[in-house]
């Protein structure tokens, strides 16, 4: 089985942008990875690239020929869609290829147009990502499935706002030096409590914006990374996904992720680690309850303790794991399609020292992404290790 | 069919219809799994049954979590803010809007029965909700 290196990694700034089409957004994201991994474009074998809206926000369907056109490649391509863990899902199909020997050389990535559509244009697009006949018909929107959650976890575990303000406030002071990340500003508990609420317990300061954005990732095998002798230090070790029925109606309990969980476990498995080899971590924080859900899933916080984390400086900068050291979803942006490929990006430069945050974890050699999809009914683990 | 006709979701509009008529229903397989239709498979894992039976809802549900949601999808502006729920009635849970109380006093807990509302919407004309018993 040969192992996945990660040759290179490209971001756009996400934000607000709404005149620039996804494919020039994603245009931009392959040119920086191309640069970073020294692959020329034309040794790739085939384009997966993730898209959640794109019928909706640019009336634009069969995007993976669009977009490996627009990044200047000449092979097949394919667009892979599982509401916001969209490139995982990419990624997961690419690290199957080139384990097996279908391919050496791949690009994969995702990119979101959505602040064209305006707020209420973006709450409903982002809904239908959830079950349309039994929930959106009945008031469901993203943020009030969360909350859903968020109450039910606090009836189960305990917690309050003012513990998920504290993930907030941790991943917008992470974000203050990545040049890539919406929100470069630091903001205080009270802030995020004085808010204005979107769904209760959940307000303005504890969900993520609406953003713009692309990502991508210039994949290779080791023995190609040697042959080329590329200077690819990172490799994706473990790979893993879970799913979940998928209104939260019909799930067993609404205070946990059992779809998370399955895919940590897989990945883990996959990488023949365990979640204390852990460094440092970016997890899916589309609400902050969602960061609390995310690190109890994949084992970085026992059950009924993920809450307290962030409070407790446990997920800081300065913490045991520093989890969201790019700002997360909450402060970097989530550009649905693109956001699993742009944790991955973070995260390989994380451990490669070259972030703003890399000489904070320093000793880091294994890191963990975790992309959600829905209301978890997707979600996907990848684990990241220095290999070289 | 004229091109301006609504085209109905079978099923899923036929529940409707029920919940409008006062009489809901939820699907049961052999095992006594329930689910919602349309559905052709019991849901249940391992299950396999494709032996779904109509049965009367019980009558009433538990809250088992409920927000308020002020910034809603355009079909529901109009009623925002408003009481969101997920309410457990044994066999099946189902989401809806919370009637006939002030949004911030549904609770985790509170008792309700179904009805079928007709929103504030110009896209969606009738939706599922509770009302606290």
Same mark, same amino acid.
């Given at each position: 089985?040969?192992?996945?290196?990660?040759?290179?990694?490209?971001?756009?700034?996400?934000?607000?942008?709404?005149?620039?089409?996804?494919?020039?957004?994603?245009?931009?994201?392959?040119?920086?990875?191309?640069?970073?991994?020294?692959?020329?474009?034309?040794?790739?074998?085939?384009?997966?690239?993730?898209?959640?809206?794109?019928?909706?926000?640019?009336? =634009?369907?069969?995007?993976?020929?669009?977009?490996?056109?627009?990044?200047?490649?000449?092979?097949?391509?394919?667009?892979?869609?599982?509401?916001?863990?969209?490139?995982?899902?990419?990624?997961?199909?690419?690290?199957?290829?080139?384990?097996?020997? =279908?391919?050496?050389?791949?690009?994969?990535?995702?990119?979101?147009?959505?602040?064209?559509?305006?707020? /209420?244009?973006?709450?409903?697009?982002?809904?239908?990502?959830?079950?349309?006949?039994?929930?959106?018909?009945?008031?469901?929107?993203?943020?009030?499935?969360?909350?859903?959650?968020?109450?039910?976890?606090?009836?189960?575990?305990?917690?309050?706002?003012?513990?998920?303000?504290?993930?907030?406030?941790?991943?917008?002071?992470?974000?203050?030096?990545?040049?890539?990340?919406?929100?470069?500003?630091?903001?205080?508990?009270?802030?995020?409590?004085?808010?204005?609420?979107?769904?209760?317990?959940?307000?303005?300061?504890?969900?993520?914006?609406?953003?713009?954005?692309?990502?991508?990732?210039?994949?290779?095998?080791?023995?190609?990374?040697?042959?080329?002798?590329?200077?690819?230090?990172?490799?994706?070790?473990?790979?893993?996904?879970?799913?979940?029925?998928?209104?939260? =109606?019909?799930?067993?309990?609404?205070?946990?992720?059992?779809?998370?969980?399955?895919?940590?476990?897989?990945?883990?498995?996959?990488?023949?680690?365990?979640?204390?080899?852990? &460094?440092?971590?970016?997890?899916?924080?589309?609400?902050?309850?969602?960061?609390?859900?995310?690190?109890?899933?994949?084992?970085?916080?026992?059950? &009924?303790? /993920?809450?307290?984390?962030?409070?407790?400086?446990?997920?800081?900068?300065?913490?045991?794991?520093?989890?969201?050291?790019?700002? /997360?979803?909450?402060?970097?942006?989530?550009?649905?399609?693109?956001?699993?490929?742009?944790?991955?990006?973070?995260?390989?430069?994380?451990?490669?020292?070259?972030?703003?945050?890399?000489?904070?974890?320093?000793?880091?050699?294994?890191?963990?992404?975790?992309?959600?999809?829905?209301?978890?009914?997707?979600?996907?683990?990848?684990?990241?290790?220095?290999?070289? | 069919?004229?091109?301006?006709?609504?085209?109905?979701? $079978?099923?899923?509009?036929?529940?409707?219809?029920?919940?409008?008529?006062?009489?809901?229903?939820?699907?049961?397989?052999? %095992?006594? %799994?329930?689910?919602?239709?349309?559905?052709?498979?019991?849901?249940?894992?391992?299950?396999?049954?494709?032996?779904?039976?109509?049965?009367?809802?019980?009558?009433?549900?538990?809250?088992?979590?409920?927000?308020?949601?002020?910034?809603?999808?355009?079909?529901?502006?109009?009623?925002?803010?408003?009481?969101? $729920?997920? $309410?457990?009635?044994?066999?099946?849970?189902?989401?809806?809007?919370?009637?006939?109380?002030?949004?911030?006093?549904?609770?985790?807990?509170?008792?309700?029965?179904?009805?079928?509302?007709?929103?504030?919407?110009?896209?969606?004309?009738?939706?599922?909700?509770?009302?606290?018993?």
């Amino acid at each position: 089985m040969s192992e996945v290196r990660v040759a290179g990694v490209g971001l756009t700034p996400f934000g607000n942008s709404p005149e620039r089409t996804g494919r020039d957004l994603f245009a931009e994201a392959t040119i920086a990875a191309f640069e970073d991994a020294s692959v020329p474009r034309e040794d790739i074998e085939e384009v997966l690239y993730g898209n959640f809206m794109g019928e909706i926000a640019e009336h =634009q369907g069969h995007q993976g020929p669009l977009m490996a056109d627009a990044a200047g490649v000449d092979a097949p391509a394919t667009r892979y869609e599982a509401a916001c863990a969209s490139s995982a899902t990419a990624v997961r199909d690419a690290v199957a290829r080139i384990r097996s020997g =279908q391919a050496d050389v791949l690009l994969v990535g995702g990119a979101e147009r959505m602040s064209n559509l305006g707020t /209420g244009g973006a709450t409903e697009a982002l809904a239908i990502a959830a079950d349309d006949l039994w929930e959106v018909r009945a008031g469901m929107t993203f943020p009030a499935a969360y909350a859903l959650m968020a109450e039910a976890y606090f009836e189960t575990y305990g917690g309050d706002s003012e513990d998920l303000a504290h993930v907030a406030v941790k991943n917008h002071a992470n974000a203050v030096e990545n040049d890539y990340a919406q929100y470069q500003r630091e903001i205080t508990v009270e802030d995020v409590l004085e808010a204005p609420r979107v769904a209760t317990p959940l307000g303005l300061y504890d969900s993520c914006p609406i953003s713009d954005g692309a990502s991508a990732l210039v994949l290779v095998s080791e023995s190609y990374a040697d042959r080329k002798g590329l200077d690819a230090s990172v490799a994706i070790t473990g790979s893993g996904q879970g799913g979940d029925r998928m209104a939260l =109606q019909d799930r067993e309990t609404m205070a946990r992720t059992p779809a998370a969980s399955e895919a940590s476990e897989k990945a883990y498995d996959d990488a023949g680690i365990g979640p204390e080899e852990v &460094g440092v971590a970016e997890v899916h924080d589309c609400f902050t309850i969602a960061e609390v859900l995310a690190i109890e899933a994949i084992g970085l916080a026992s059950e &009924g303790e /993920g809450i307290a984390a962030a409070r407790e400086g446990r997920t800081t900068v300065e913490g045991e794991v520093p989890v969201n050291l790019s700002g /997360g979803l909450k402060a970097k942006g989530h550009p649905v399609g693109a956001t699993g490929v742009s944790q991955l990006a973070e995260l390989t430069k994380l451990l490669r020292g070259d972030h703003p945050h890399g000489d904070r974890v320093e000793d880091a050699d294994v890191g963990v992404a975790h992309n959600a999809g829905g209301t978890v009914a997707s979600a996907v683990v990848h684990v990241l290790e220095v290999v070289a | 069919m004229s091109d301006d006709e609504p085209v109905r979701d $079978a099923g899923f509009d036929d529940w409707l219809d029920a919940l409008g008529d006062g009489d809901p229903y939820f699907l049961e397989c052999e %095992h006594g %799994h329930g689910s919602l239709p349309p559905r052709r498979v019991c849901p249940e894992p391992g299950c396999d049954s494709t032996d779904l039976e109509k049965r009367s809802l019980p009558e009433t549900g538990r809250i088992e979590s409920v927000t308020v949601v002020s910034v809603a999808t355009p079909a529901f502006e109009a009623d925002a803010p408003f009481a969101l $729920a997920v $309410a457990d009635f044994g066999p099946v849970s189902l989401t809806g809007q919370v009637r006939g109380i002030e949004s911030e006093d549904a609770e985790i807990g509170t008792t309700v029965s179904l009805e079928l509302a007709t929103p504030g919407s110009e896209t969606v004309d009738r939706a599922v909700a509770f009302r606290p018993r």
